[in-house]
């Protein structure tokens, strides 16, 4: 039975909205502070990573038509995603290689990328970890949800970061390269990171994605030691 989600307190904060239709919950301490992301559209909504399993947010995932897709972009978002799946009935997303992670659970894998309709497409970034992932939105001139794979800097500058618990640096870099192999600056427009989102300073996302990517020196982040 699925243990009642932690009641709602004067400290807990509502998603707030940072594009149109898209909204971002407050860091999630079961996934180490990182950010989750909704996308309400008229077809089936998306949730992106594991938010804090509070009522305040399940209440809001229901008020806005419930969710269809749990998306996780890597090992580390899995938070409460049983719990979630059994409050919600949602189906659950996540790259082949991290699947074993959710035992006994019903998921949904991919191996390279898996088109979920015309306007998503989820692409296998990795480098963090194994199945890091990032989710594309068509919309809004396209949205890039990157997890981990991209986080700001303090500059609110997308970045690859390199830590002790990195997968595998040269291929998180590949990951970049082909990203901007896939896109363009038409096709690009923003990124909203899973983690570091305090470094953007109140805005909801990095804007001008592309361009911030292709300024990007990929031979010297390849050099770049891991940060501990």
């Known amino acids: 039975m699925c243990p009642l989600p932690q009641q709602p307190s004067h400290t807990v904060k509502p998603p707030r909205g940072v594009l149109d239709s898209i909204y971002a919950f407050p860091p999630n301490r079961d996934t180490l502070g990182g950010t989750s992301y909704f996308i309400v559209r008229k077809e089936s909504n998306i949730l992106i990573d594991c938010p804090a399993l509070e009522q305040t947010n399940l209440d809001f995932l229901r008020s806005h038509g419930g969710v269809r897709w749990l998306f996780l972009t890597h090992r580390g978002a899995i938070g409460k995603t049983a719990e979630l799946q059994e409050s919600l009935d949602c189906k659950v ?136």
């Open 93 to 228: 997303v996540i790259q082949e290689q991290e699947a074993y992670l959710l035992p006994g659970l019903t998921v949904t894998t991919f191996i390279q990328e898996l088109t979920l309709d015309s306007e998503i497409q989820i692409i296998w970034t990795p480098g963090h970890s194994p199945g890091s992932s990032c989710l594309y939105y068509s919309q809004l001139g396209g949205v890039l949800f990157s997890g981990r794979h991209l986080v700001p800097n303090q500059q609110g500058e997308p970045l690859p970061l390199r830590t002790a618990k990195t997968f595998h640096w040269p291929r998180q870099i590949n990951s970049i390269k082909y990203l901007l192999e896939r896109f363009t600056p038409e096709t690009l427009q923003y990124i909203c990171p899973g983690a570091n989102t305090g470094y953007l300073r109140g805005k909801g996302a990095i804007a001008q994605a592309y361009q911030h990517l292709a300024s990007l020196d990929l031979h010297a982040l390849r050099q770049m030691q891991a940060l501990f």
